[in-house]
Nanobody
């Protein structure tokens, strides 16, 4: 069992930055692929970024490519999402997720565990 706790959300002006953190419990964190998703009001949960256990070849949604960076520190059981040049359309609840496998990690179907989410609000 893996428990995930997100932090770092908040209110920021357009053009600003935030860094989200996701702390994971469990001794096997380093073997999991990790992902970030977001869900805006009235919309489906969508993929943002993912990273495999070796931190190579991260994946990004086209909408955040070049602005967001996913990283992980296996020694700290933590995955991060650095978000720069934030825009109002980035406003959503952001969720961290963990996957035992590496299949479908750019979709919600690839993940086995989810955090409770953290709100990110970008004002114009």
């Amino acid at each position: 069992q893996v428990q995930l706790v997100e932090s770092g959300g908040g209110l920021v002006q357009a053009g600003g930055s935030l860094r989200l953190s996701c702390a994971a419990s469990g001794r096997t964190f380093s073997t999991y692929a990790m992902g970030w998703f977001r869900q805006a009001p009235g919309k489906e949960r969508e993929f943002v970024a993912a990273i495999r256990w070796r931190s190579d070849s991260p994946y990004y949604a086209d909408s955040v490519k070049g602005r967001f960076t996913i990283s992980r520190d296996n020694a700290k059981n933590t995955v991060y999402l650095q978000m720069n040049s934030l825009q109002p359309e980035d406003t959503a609840v952001y969720y961290c997720a963990a996957a035992r496998g590496v299949v479908l990690i750019t979709t919600i179907f690839g993940y086995d565990y989810w955090g409770q989410g953290t709100q990110v609000t970008v004002s114009s």
